[in-house]
């Protein structure tokens, strides 16, 4: 029985002892992974510590190509209370953040939302370094750090089409489009524009269209059909007694004649 005891005693310390060394023994990582973007979009990426007993606080720097991507906000999470972050650069930012009660494992230092700003194809590494890192009572040593990259996939959005603009409408048509198509010859035949005093200005006379003037017949002088003509002889004054004058010459020659052969 006390031999039994004896062998259990020095297996629980063996465990024990070997719970401590692997304790001891843990690697605290620092990591980002890598992550893709369209052109003109925005993504979220955690930055983790792994392996971290009691974690306290600590500030981390995430450098980048600014032509390719840009920091534009920065969240803590449910182990980890961002306190400050800034552009310590154009092209780094630095993070602050913390946890006042402690706490140990895998955590989420800070999520981290980048902006893809250049083109299709454009690519950059998101590089991490560790400025500090310390648990509630002491300063914690960073057994590795991961960086990761940042990639722009996909097609920029495209152009928009150029906005048709409508017809404007003619002020004798009640508001409907007065567009035409021109004759083969070249002419134009479209209706007559109003002036600014409301009258309808007519459209210059051009010699090659269907609405030419009438012209003179051929073989006539131009200057005949043009001629003034004689005004007609008006009629007499007393219309219906031009005979009276010969009948009374005839009653006079009547009379004279009788006198003669009494």
């Not at 995430?62 to 980890?80: I, K």
């Not at 780094?92 to 494992?105: D, K, M």
């Not at 600014?196 to 059909?225: I, K, L, R, V």
């Amino acid at each position: 029985m006390n031999q039994i005891n004896t062998t259990s005693i020095k297996v629980l310390f063996t465990c024990l002892l070997l719970s401590f060394t692997v304790q001891c023994c843990a690697a605290t990582t620092v990591s980002i992974r890598d992550i893709t973007a369209d052109p003109g979009d925005s993504v979220t990426v955690p930055i983790r510590i792994d392996g971290i007993e009691d974690y306290g606080t600590a500030t981390i720097n995430l450098e980048y190509d600014p032509a390719v991507a840009e920091v534009t906000d920065v969240t803590g999470s449910s182990d980890s209370t961002v306190i400050a972050w800034n552009h310590v650069a154009p092209n780094e930012v630095g993070i602050s953040a913390w946890n006042i009660g402690g706490v140990s494992g895998n955590i989420v230092f800070a999520d981290v939302m980048i902006k893809a700003v250049g083109n299709s194809g454009g690519s950059t590494t998101l590089t991490l370094t560790v400025d500090t890192l310390q648990n509630t009572s002491k300063e914690v040593p960073v057994d590795d750090i991961s960086s990761g990259s940042f990639t722009i996939t996909g097609q920029a959005p495209a152009d928009q089409a150029p906005t048709q603009v409508p017809p404007t409408p003619s002020a004798n048509d009640g508001g409907a489009s007065t567009s035409h198509t021109p004759h083969d010859d070249g002419t134009d035949t479209s209706p007559a524009s109003p002036r600014s005093d409301g009258e309808m200005q007519p459209t210059p006379y051009d010699a090659g269209t269907d609405s030419s003037p009438p012209t003179h017949p051929s073989g006539e002088d131009e200057a005949h059909s043009t001629a003034t003509p004689t005004p007609k002889k008006p009629p007499s004054a007393m219309p219906g007694f031009g005979g009276v004058p010969l009948v009374i010459g005839l009653l006079t020659a009547y009379l004279i004649a009788r006198q003669r052969f009494r």
